[in-house]
């Protein structure tokens, strides 16, 4: 079964995709979780270069998080764990690990804001990452947001020494 089948499928169960919201809701209960500086999200399949199927992706060293359709909350999870510096051992050991805690020690509450032009984005992860729209049946459509954080002024308040 191909990508695209499982994608209709998905859609076919009445499952819905990660929304920005479910992102945000994810670092606002694991707050020790590095967060990206911009998180991308395709309507479409990512096809690597061995022939295997990526539901989410984080280049080395960027602060860049990319996601597919069939992304949950425990995608975010393990892409976070990348972004922290560890390999796939401990991103499968941690992530569904994580993936149950429910509780939330963080004030500040991240927010992704919708940002740049998708066409200018998908030109900047073609040259970069070697993602290929045509490649990809069909075509995805983009959205990208950047991380900024809500709350802050107030701690930043309190804690100001008199």
């Known amino acids: 079964m191909s990508v695209t089948d499982k994608i209709a499928n998905y859609y076919a169960r009445g499952e819905r995709p990660l929304t920005i919201e479910d992102i945000e809701r994810v670092y606002e209960t694991h707050p ?18 061995e022939g295997a199927t990526a539901v989410g992706l984080t280049p080395a060293g960027e602060s860049v998080m990319i996601l597919t359709p069939l992304a949950d909350e425990e995608t975010v999870i393990h892409e976070s764990i990348h972004l922290a510096g560890f390999g796939e051992l401990a991103a499968y050991t941690l992530g569904p ?46 959205r990208h947001w950047g991380l900024t954080y809500r709350g802050s002024e107030r701690l930043l308040n309190r804690r100001r020494i008199p």
């Open 97 to 142: 690990l994580l993936a149950r805690k429910r509780f939330s020690l963080f004030r500040r509450r991240p927010v992704y804001s919708e940002r740049g032009d998708s066409h200018q984005v998908m030109r900047y992860l073609a040259e970069r990452y070697g993602l290929r729209p045509e490649s990809m049946y069909p075509p995805p459509r983009l």
């Open 32 to 49: 020790w979780l590095p967060r990206p500086q911009h998180i991308v999200m395709l309507d479409g399949d990512v096809l690597l270069p």
